[in-house]
């Protein structure tokens, strides 16, 4: 064996490891900042479908425009915070709901729930049809409360993996002779793993498909691990 293989296969080693632990911030910077996408969302419906409701009850329009504004709007800012998750985030999300659904299909489903299967929206009275409409407002302010608490949890699970790779982080510059180095090399380390993860999911996304979470998800693992593994020749 040459004298420098075992300095070549320990280097491996340590750019190896680096890249592992540089996916623990991978993950959590993913699961954060979903969840924070989420949470905005969620915000966001529930404030646009009060103030479409109280439009209606104070007589400034219509319950009917009220419905097709909550319909359009819900959708609108479903695409924007879409547009804010991660890859794996929005792959997840356009495998459940790939979009929203119309104002016609709406007030067929609120038709058949409030009056029966063989209800038909038109033979119905405009009392009746205000209160399809007035659902219509109302259930547009309510995200799916399952998503919307499984987004939360990976939330705390988000941070917690942050706050483990900042610790870990921490403890490689403490016990580093070079702490400057190590700094940097921590530091650049765990953004490729970061950024890595982002671009490797983009293009699995662009591979796959858009509603593919598990093809997504492995893309932004192999990218952030890619990227982070990278880094370390530099230092």
Partial sequence: MEPGAPNDDEAIFERTIKSLEAEISNAGAHMAMDA???????????????????????????????????????????????????????????????????????????????????AVFSRLSSVKQNAIYASIVTSAGKSNVYVTRAMMTLRHAGRGLIFMALALSAYNIATSSNKVMAFQRELASNSAGIAGGIGGGLLAGLACGPAAPICVTIGAFAGGALAAFGTGYIW
Avoid: C
């Fill in 36 to 118: 924070r996408a989420r949470s905005l969302y969620a915000q966001e419906i529930h404030r646009m479908s009060a103030k479409l409701r109280a439009d209606a009850l104070a007589r400034r329009i219509s319950w009917a425009a009220a419905a097709r504004q909550a319909q359009e709007t819900r959708n609108l800012i479903l695409e924007i915070f879409r547009s804010k998750s991660t890859p794996v985030g929005r792959a997840l999300a356009e495998s459940m709901k790939k979009k929203g659904l119309s104002l016609n299909q709406l007030i067929a489903l609120k038709t058949v729930e409030l009056h029966g299967e063989h």
